[in-house]
């Protein structure tokens, strides 16, 4: 048996740690570790920013260092509200770039140009899905990173709650219709008619806009995927119409009039993710959330039950678009070209082990609960709730896209900023409209 020595990275807020142990080699890696790296000792290291998926991506490392002992996996996370961008440039600058990082759409494609390694040959790119290719490939064509998952947002809700309220979650499709059912359920918790089954149930939803990815890249996604056909129109334009603004000021009015806060909505400004999501759906405080199926891993681990039996309901767009889920690529995994040669060949194969042996799938799919980017997955199928919701509008083709990967830098934060002050008060609808404007106006001017 071959050990290798554990490797402990700590960062704020997140420790981070390589697998431990490698048993002796199967068939597989006889097969195999002479084909990585000429079979001499080789060590890559990955810094991913999926906080939800840090420990399958340990069991990853771990099965394939046991496959590959001459290769040693150091793996580390920034994330959970860390400055991940931040970190991978202190990272570069300070010349301990990982082997493999992440990178979300074109805003970092221009950022990190000659810093990603062109992955247009690896065997894995025939197999993405449309939507997948367009997550992770550049204006030129060129494919830059390989799309770690397919992601689906929306209203999510417990089903158990809505059946015992007489609510049919998924008819709901235009504003009108989930506008009565919310206000139903509503009626029925202030009525105290469901307190003897949801003891916890305090209102209809959470709406944290502290949390400024959940409002700047999410909530105004369905308000600006509508103006702009994909990612890159998105990343070319050199002005924001905000055609839409009224229907998302309608989103955001909707959402806070649900919740407990809605008489003094500055209480919003507290809550943060983990309250709504772990503290909240979870135990049954609430019985809706906009979020997506990454809440998968913290729901399963509070509250298996609930997990269960969630369902996921399109955000509708007023009268523009409804019952169409928005989907997209979160981030993808990309290899540093200033590596050694040995490192990216040894990063790739990880790669191409991870997500496209049957192995690999098994642990993308099931323990890390991701819908797969790839259209070569069958007879894998997610068994995650949510998973299979986002799976069955992307077979449908019922989608909407992503484009917030290509806001320019600062966008998000720019809207979050303003939603927090026009939920406080603190600015009228129409001024958060006219900054949002100018900053994307300033932006694309430089």
């Known amino acids: 048996m071959k050990t290798k020595k554990v490797i402990s990275i700590g960062l704020a807020a997140m420790m981070s740690f390589t ?63 860390d400055d991940y961008d931040g970190t991978l440039k202190t990272r570069l600058n300070g010349g301990n770039m990982p082997t493999i990082f992440t990178l979300q759409g074109p805003l970092n494609w221009d950022e990190w140009g000659e810093n990603m390694e062109d992955l247009s040959d690896q065997p894995w790119v025939p197999y993405m899905t449309e939507a997948a290719a367009q997550g992770s490939t550049n204006a030129e064509g060129k494919v830059l990173g390989l799309p770690y998952a397919m992601e689906g947002y929306g ?42 089954e949801f003891p916890d149930l305090e209102a209809v939803m959470d709406f944290p806009v502290k949390e400024n990815w959940i409002t700047g890249c999410h909530t105004i996604n369905t308000g600006l995927n509508q103006e702009f056909p994909d990612e890159n129109a998105a990343y070319e334009a050199k002005e924001l119409k905000f055609t839409n603004a009224e229907e998302l000021k309608q989103i955001i009015d909707f959402q806070v009039k649900y919740t407990a806060a809605a008489d003094n909505p500055v209480e919003l400004l507290s809550g943060d993710y983990s309250q709504s999501v772990g503290g909240g759906l979870a135990i049954e405080r609430i019985a809706v959330l906009q979020q997506g199926n990454w809440i998968n891993t913290e729901m399963s681990d509070v509250n298996p039950e609930v997990a269960d039996n969630l369902g996921i309901i399109p955000i509708p767009l007023g009268d523009v678009v409804s019952g169409k889920l928005a989907v997209g690529v979160p981030c993808c995994y990309n290899v540093y070209s200033g590596a050694s040669d040995a490192e990216k060949e040894a990063a790739k194969d990880f790669l ?92 694309r001017s430089k």
């Not at 059946?163 to 059912?181: F, N, R, V």
């Not at 299979?388 to 509008?393: C, L, N």
Request: contains cysteine.
């Open 155 to 196: 209203y999510i809700y417990n089903k158990k709650i809505f059946e015992a309220a007489g609510i049919d979650g998924e008819s709901l499709k235009t504003y009108e219709e989930i506008d009565t059912a919310f206000s139903k359920l509503k009626t029925m918790i202030d009525n105290g008619d469901l307190k003897d």
């Open 19 to 81: 697998a431990l142990t490698c048993s002796a080699a199967t068939a597989y890696a006889e097969e195999k570790k002479d084909e990585v790296a000429g079979g001499k000792d080789v060590t890559i290291s990955i810094m991913g920013r999926k906080v939800e998926i840090h420990d399958a991506m340990l069991e990853a490392a771990d099965r394939y260092m046991e496959l590959h002992p001459n290769v040693t996996v150091v793996m580390e996370t920034v994330g959970g509200g």
């Open 352 to 443: 191409n082990w991870l997500f496209q042996s049957d192995e690999g799938k098994d642990m993308v799919v099931h323990k890390m609960m991701s819908v797969p980017a790839f259209s070569n997955y069958d007879g894998v199928e997610p068994e995650d709730a949510l998973g299979k919701v986002v799976k069955k509008y992307l077979d449908e083709g019922n989608t909407t896209s992503w484009i917030f990967n290509a806001f320019p830098a600062g966008f998000g934060d720019v809207f979050g900023n303003g939603v927090q002050a026009y939920v406080s008060g603190e600015k009228t609808w129409d001024e958060v409209v006219s900054d949002c404007k100018d900053a994307w106006s300033k932006a």
